[in-house]
């Protein structure tokens, strides 16, 4: 994957949480004001995120209190009011915002990773010749666009790959990820980019949508839409599929081992939460498997739909393990992930750290739905999991409470803090590493999470009953 598109997705990811996270934090002195929650999520370079730089100046830097959060490396959204694929300057500019916010907000950012980046040596970076660099751009004149523009450049050359800079735009559509509240015109699919396969990939089917009545079907690809490819020439989603209601759109779809086809369907209003795709599978020896599709931890609603999901799984009779799929996982909110994780296991369970202390991941008491805190686990992971998703899998592996299936995965695990600006737009600062309870020596970033079994294969390749991933997991409960 293209480093700078690697970069941005984990950048989109990083918006979605670190509204989350600003909302349980609050900043203090000019130039901050009370960061608003959201979750971070990872998706097509956007028409309205652009880089803000920060100028230096004679006054004192703003003392921080940040929250950690997790950035999430997201999916491409190519339907929610999240992260729009359109042209990269947008047709009508708001209000310029004036220099003297701009040096304000930039000299926020700057002394916001000055105070708390992770890295002390920033990467290599000169960071006070970053100040000057970029407080010289701002005083020669930027318009609004510009400089959003600069200061998503100047985080994005901390080269961590996580942290991010968010337009106030970006920041909204962040919110209302985190908040659950889907409420836009389409079809009803949450899809992600594969570019080395020039397709997307459908995550997500809203119940009673457009979608659903057509027949797509989570696992499906989107290839073209009205006859256009769905990717453009670098990869990234293109906004096809959204449109006015009641308007209708031609897309051609291909299920794992089909032929494509195409769906002729109408837009409408898709409301409600993001659901979490969920089956109970058998195992050949007969055991009852039930299988849940993370595909990110952004959304503050997950760890109730979470509940819900084993909750009607064991209604009637407890099941014998649980396969939790984290391939396409990008990551996403604290508040979100660990509500999640408790199910499964309690207590500490690790530590986060930066350059000054460190502080434990505590679960407390945990949570116990059907046996879950005993019941047999396999995660499922792969190369799209980062952030978060990489973290929940890593600690089901050290506190022996998973097997892990799949491929390594990204080794972008850092934790970010949200900060948030006076004009309304929010940074995510990679301010944390993570070491886990029982291996303190070992090192997820850069490195990922390696599963106890290596198996390649690739959700929009298969379909779930001949997905090798899922049948070696299928094969590992009827083994124990």
């Known amino acids: 994957m293209n480093q700078n598109r690697?970069?941005?997705?984990?950048?989109?990811?990083?918006?979605?949480?670190?509204?989350?996270?600003?909302?349980?934090?609050?900043?203090?002195?000019?130039?901050?004001?009370?960061p608003v929650v959201m979750p971070l999520v990872e998706g097509p370079k956007?028409?309205?995120?652009?880089?803000?730089?920060?100028?230096?100046?004679?006054?004192?830097?703003?003392?921080?209190?940040?929250?950690?959060?997790?950035?999430?490396?997201?999916?491409?959204?190519?339907?929610?009011?999240?992260l729009v694929q359109e042209s990269p300057?947008?047709?009508?500019?708001?209000?310029?915002?004036?220099?003297?916010?701009?040096?304000?907000?930039?000299?926020?950012?700057?002394?916001a990773v000055h105070d708390t980046y992770l890295y002390p040596d920033f990467n290599g970076l000169d960071w006070d010749a970053i100040r000057v660099e970029y407080r010289q751009k701002i005083e020669a004149g930027l318009s609004n666009h510009d400089f959003y523009t600069a200061m998503k450049e100047m985080i994005d050359r901390l080269g961590d790959n996580h942290s991010a800079y968010l337009t106030p735009d970006e920041v909204a559509a962040e919110r209302a990820v985190y908040l659950g509240q889907q409420d836009y015109v389409g079809i009803g699919i949450l899809s992600s980019a594969?570019?080395?396969?020039?397709?997307?990939?459908?995550?997500?089917?809203?119940?009673?949508?457009?979608?659903?009545?057509?027949?797509?079907?989570?696992?499906?690809?989107?290839?073209?839409?009205?006859?256009?490819?769905?990717?453009?020439?670098?990869?990234?989603?293109?906004?096809?599929?959204?449109?006015?209601?009641?308007?209708?759109?031609i897309i051609e779809v291909q299920t794992p081992g089909q032929d494509s086809r195409l769906l002729t369907i109408t837009r409408q209003p898709i409301r409600g939460k993001m659901p979490l795709p969920n089956t109970v599978l058998t195992t050949p020896g007969g055991k009852r498997i039930g299988y849940i599709f993370i595909w990110g931890f952004q959304d503050?609603?997950?760890?109730?739909?979470?509940?819900?999901?084993?909750?009607?799984?064991?209604?009637?009779?407890?099941?014998?393990?649980l396969i939790v799929d984290g391939r396409n996982n990008s990551g996403g909110a604290n508040t979100v992930v660990e509500p999640i994780l408790a199910n499964f296991t309690h207590g500490t369970v690790g530590y986060f750290f930066n350059r000054q202390n460190e502080r434990p991941l505590d679960l407390g008491e945990g949570v116990n739905i059907g046996n879950s805190q005993t019941m047999p686990l396999v995660v499922i992971v792969g190369t799209g999991t980062y952030s978060f998703g990489e973290i929940f899998a890593g600690i089901l592996k050290d506190m022996g409470r998973a097997y892990l299936i799949g491929e390594t995965t990204n080794g972008i695990v850092e934790?970010?803090?949200?900060?948030?600006?006076?004009?309304?737009?929010?940074?995510?600062?990679?301010?944390?590493?993570?070491?886990?309870?029982?291996?303190?020596?070992?090192?997820?970033?850069?490195?990922?999470?390696?599963?106890?079994?290596?198996?390649?294969?690739?959700?929009?390749?298969?379909?779930i009953q001949d997905d090798p991933a899922v049948l070696a997991g299928l094969e590992y409960f009827d083994s124990k």
């Open 6 to 34: 690697r970069a941005f997705l984990l950048f989109a990811g990083l918006l979605l949480i670190a509204a989350v996270i600003g909302q349980a934090c609050q900043a203090v002195d000019r130039g901050f004001v009370e």
């Open 194 to 249: 594969v570019p080395e396969r020039s397709r997307a990939l459908v995550l997500v089917v809203f119940p009673g949508s457009p979608a659903e009545d057509a027949g797509i079907l989570p696992r499906d690809s989107i290839l073209t839409v009205n006859g256009e490819s769905i990717l453009d020439e670098n990869g990234y989603m293109k906004n096809l599929i959204r449109g006015p209601q009641g308007t209708q759109v």
């Open 46 to 82: 956007s028409s309205e995120t652009p880089t803000p730089t920060r100028p230096p100046t004679a006054t004192p830097r703003p003392t921080f209190t940040p929250i950690p959060i997790h950035p999430t490396f997201t999916p491409t959204l190519t339907e929610t009011p999240i």
């Open 89 to 111: 300057t947008p047709t009508i500019e708001p209000t310029q915002m004036g220099q003297a916010l701009q040096l304000d907000v930039f000299e926020s950012l700057w002394s």
């Open 300 to 321: 503050s609603t997950f760890p109730e739909t979470f509940t819900e999901i084993l909750q009607d799984m064991t209604a009637d009779k407890p099941l014998d393990g």
């Open 415 to 463: 934790t970010l803090h949200s900060y948030g600006f006076q004009d309304g737009s929010r940074a995510w600062i990679a301010n944390e590493a993570f070491r886990p309870l029982n291996h303190p020596d070992t090192t997820w970033e850069k490195v990922g999470v390696t599963p106890d079994l290596f198996i390649q294969s690739n959700l929009d390749e298969y379909q």
